[in-house]
């Protein structure tokens, strides 16, 4: 995949910029992935955290958004939280909305909507992956078909 066609290494400056393109896709390819996986993993504990001591509250939604909603909830022991950096799992939210939250009760602003969880986290990084990789191909693909192409003309230029 990094030296080309054949797998023959170019010493030329074409082949070595275009070998370093091939590096540079890669490791954004990799660093996108590693990205997409460590999002489902983050979800993935966050559940654990609030599964291990949980609490469930009835709560607001004071603003909803596709990313990020900010909620109101009370707590057993009236203390009432509006979580900095929102709901987890936001998605299908209405501004006034009254929803059921679960929440680590000892860290009442790590919060999720009541039924949600990581597998909802799985197919927009599955996406995210599937995308980053066709991108990355037809990139890869492409530098493939422009290394040939000067090795076609390199070969027939005369000496």
Avoid: C
Avoid at 112 to 127: D, E, Y
């Amino acid at each position: 995949m990094i030296h080309g066609p054949g797998g023959q290494v170019s010493h030329t400056r074409a082949g070595r910029v275009i070998r370093g393109a091939r590096v540079a896709i890669l490791v954004i390819a990799a660093a996108v992935t590693l990205q997409a996986v460590l999002l489902v993993a983050g979800a993935w504990r966050n559940d654990r955290q609030i599964e291990a001591n949980m609490g469930v509250a009835a709560a607001e939604v004071l603003n909803a958004g596709p990313r990020r909603s900010t909620i109101a909830f009370v707590t057993p022991d009236r203390v009432t939280y509006r979580p900095e950096l929102g709901v987890l799992y936001p998605s299908e939210l209405e501004n006034g909305m009254r929803i059921y939250v679960e929440y680590d009760r000892d860290d009442p602003n790590l919060v999720r909507v009541q039924n949600r969880n990581a597998r909802l986290a799985i197919i927009p990084a599955g996406s995210v992956v599937l995308a980053d990789w066709l991108v990355a191909g037809t990139l890869l693909i492409g530098l493939a078909v422009l290394e040939k192409t000067l090795d076609r003309r390199r070969a027939a230029a005369p000496e």
